[in-house]
């Protein structure tokens, strides 16, 4: 019913920016908060940043100062501008939202395919 798709991620150098974007699509009454997680080989899946429906931000301790979480309600869409990104920071990038997808009390959370950050010399 509802679809996440993710973008932006790339090879970049230490001490560089990207900005990736989660667009959400298909059947979606209202989405309530989004989130940012990512995956390193051999890692857990671990959260980067959460927004509220009402543009209340956390941060995992790890990119505190560095990333910035913001959203788009019109567009259905997260983003996460990263900078002064780290080799550290390597991984796959996953979104996730927590959609209703009609009145009513159901919520479900819907996660992205991932896109891959890179960061090295």
């Known amino acids: 019913q509802v679809q996440l798709v993710e973008s932006g991620g790339a090879l970049v150098q230490p001490g560089g920016s990207l900005r990736l974007s989660c667009a959400a699509s298909g059947t979606i009454f209202s989405i309530n908060a989004m989130g940012w997680y990512r995956q390193a080989p051999g890692k857990q899946r671990d959260l980067v940043a959460r927004i509220s429906s009402g543009g209340s931000t956390s941060y995992a301790d790890s990119v505190k100062g560095r990333f910035t979480i913001s959203r788009d309600n019109a567009q259905n869409t997260v983003y996460l501008q990263m900078n002064s990104l780290k080799p550290e920071d390597t991984a796959v990038y996953y979104c996730?939202?927590?959609?209703?997808?009609?009145?009513?009390?159901?919520?479900?959370?819907?996660w992205g395919q991932g896109t891959q950050v890179t960061v090295s010399s």
């Open positions: 996730n939202a927590r959609v209703a997808t009609a009145r009513g009390p159901y919520e479900y959370i819907y």
